[in-house]
Protein backbone atom coordinates (compact mmCIF):
# COMPACT_ATOMS: atom_id res chain seq x y z
CA UNK A 1 0.00 0.00 0.00
CA UNK A 2 1.30 3.13 -0.88
CA UNK A 3 1.95 5.77 1.46
CA UNK A 4 3.81 8.92 2.28
CA UNK A 5 4.68 10.73 5.03
CA UNK A 6 6.21 14.59 5.50
CA UNK A 7 8.31 16.20 8.18
CA UNK A 8 10.79 18.69 8.64
CA UNK A 9 7.85 21.59 9.48
CA UNK A 10 8.19 24.06 12.06
CA UNK A 11 8.61 27.60 12.51
CA UNK A 12 11.38 30.07 11.16
CA UNK A 13 12.22 33.52 10.81
CA UNK A 14 12.19 35.47 7.29
CA UNK A 15 15.23 34.35 5.66
CA UNK A 16 16.08 30.90 7.10
CA UNK A 17 15.51 27.83 5.98
CA UNK A 18 14.41 24.72 6.42
CA UNK A 19 14.17 21.13 5.02
CA UNK A 20 10.87 18.56 4.30
CA UNK A 21 11.16 15.19 4.08
CA UNK A 22 8.97 13.10 2.52
CA UNK A 23 9.18 9.15 2.84
CA UNK A 24 7.60 6.75 0.96
CA UNK A 25 6.26 2.89 1.61
CA UNK A 26 4.92 0.80 -0.61
CA UNK A 27 6.69 1.55 -3.32
CA UNK A 28 10.30 2.55 -4.91
CA UNK A 29 10.22 6.09 -5.25
CA UNK A 30 13.34 5.91 -6.87
CA UNK A 31 11.18 5.16 -10.54
CA UNK A 32 8.15 7.07 -9.63
CA UNK A 33 7.80 11.41 -10.21
CA UNK A 34 7.01 13.05 -6.70
CA UNK A 35 5.21 16.36 -6.81
CA UNK A 36 5.80 19.20 -3.85
CA UNK A 37 2.21 20.89 -2.78
CA UNK A 38 1.32 23.45 -0.11
CA UNK A 39 -1.97 25.33 0.33
CA UNK A 40 -2.39 28.83 2.57
CA UNK A 41 -4.65 29.74 4.53
CA UNK A 42 -8.08 30.63 2.39
CA UNK A 43 -5.96 29.77 -0.79
CA UNK A 44 -6.01 26.56 -2.95
CA UNK A 45 -3.44 24.19 -2.88
CA UNK A 46 -1.00 24.05 -5.33
CA UNK A 47 2.03 22.41 -6.77
CA UNK A 48 5.16 23.85 -6.13
CA UNK A 49 7.91 21.49 -7.14
CA UNK A 50 8.26 17.93 -8.31
CA UNK A 51 11.10 15.37 -8.99
CA UNK A 52 10.50 12.73 -11.55
CA UNK A 53 11.21 9.48 -11.57
CA UNK A 54 14.50 7.49 -13.17
CA UNK A 55 16.40 10.86 -14.40
CA UNK A 56 15.73 12.76 -11.74
CA UNK A 57 13.75 15.92 -13.97
CA UNK A 58 13.32 19.00 -11.57
CA UNK A 59 10.69 21.47 -11.85
CA UNK A 60 9.92 24.69 -9.94
CA UNK A 61 7.01 27.37 -9.93
CA UNK A 62 8.01 30.65 -10.37
CA UNK A 63 6.96 31.68 -6.42
CA UNK A 64 10.54 29.17 -5.53
CA UNK A 65 12.55 28.93 -8.42
CA UNK A 66 16.36 30.09 -6.99
CA UNK A 67 15.22 29.51 -3.63
CA UNK A 68 13.71 25.80 -3.11
CA UNK A 69 15.58 22.69 -4.33
CA UNK A 70 14.41 19.09 -4.56
CA UNK A 71 16.05 15.92 -4.04
CA UNK A 72 15.89 12.47 -3.78
CA UNK A 73 17.44 9.64 -1.34
CA UNK A 74 17.07 6.17 -3.19
CA UNK A 75 18.39 4.59 -0.29
CA UNK A 76 16.13 6.22 2.19
CA UNK A 77 13.82 6.19 -0.45
CA UNK A 78 12.78 9.67 1.13
CA UNK A 79 12.33 12.93 -1.10
CA UNK A 80 13.77 16.04 -0.04
CA UNK A 81 12.48 19.85 -0.46
CA UNK A 82 15.18 22.15 1.12
CA UNK A 83 13.70 25.66 1.17
CA UNK A 84 15.88 28.71 1.79
CA UNK A 85 15.52 32.61 1.90
CA UNK A 86 11.90 31.51 3.41
CA UNK A 87 9.29 34.46 3.35
CA UNK A 88 6.33 35.00 5.54
CA UNK A 89 3.88 34.74 2.00
CA UNK A 90 5.32 31.18 2.22
CA UNK A 91 3.64 29.75 5.34
CA UNK A 92 1.44 27.09 4.42
CA UNK A 93 0.80 23.52 4.99
CA UNK A 94 3.46 21.74 2.69
CA UNK A 95 2.22 18.42 1.57
CA UNK A 96 3.94 15.72 -1.15
CA UNK A 97 2.04 13.56 -3.41
CA UNK A 98 2.42 10.95 -6.51
CA UNK A 99 0.29 10.33 -9.19
CA UNK A 100 -2.21 7.17 -8.73
CA UNK A 101 -1.38 5.29 -10.58
CA UNK A 102 2.17 5.53 -9.96
CA UNK A 103 3.75 7.62 -12.96
CA UNK A 104 7.56 8.56 -14.01
CA UNK A 105 7.06 11.95 -15.46
CA UNK A 106 6.01 14.94 -13.57
CA UNK A 107 2.36 16.38 -13.85
CA UNK A 108 1.56 18.60 -11.30
CA UNK A 109 -1.24 20.38 -13.26
CA UNK A 110 -3.16 17.19 -12.60
CA UNK A 111 -3.04 15.72 -9.25
CA UNK A 112 -6.40 15.18 -7.71
CA UNK A 113 -7.85 13.81 -4.44
CA UNK A 114 -7.47 10.36 -5.84
CA UNK A 115 -3.66 10.42 -5.66
CA UNK A 116 -1.69 9.56 -3.06
CA UNK A 117 -1.03 12.55 -0.39
CA UNK A 118 0.65 13.06 2.63
CA UNK A 119 -0.98 14.12 5.79
CA UNK A 120 1.04 17.67 5.34
CA UNK A 121 3.28 19.40 7.55
CA UNK A 122 2.86 23.21 8.52
CA UNK A 123 5.36 25.82 7.67
CA UNK A 124 5.73 28.97 9.06
CA UNK A 125 7.54 31.94 8.85
CA UNK A 126 7.53 35.25 11.02
CA UNK A 127 9.67 37.06 12.89
Known amino acids: QVHLVESGGGLVQPGGSLRLSCTASGFTLESYAIGWFRQAPGKERGGISC????????YYADSVKGRFTVSRDNAKNTVYLQMNSLKPEDTAVYYC????????????????????WGQGTQVTVSS
Open 97 to 116: ATRNPLETDCSNDRYSTDDY
Open 51 to 58: ISGGNSGT
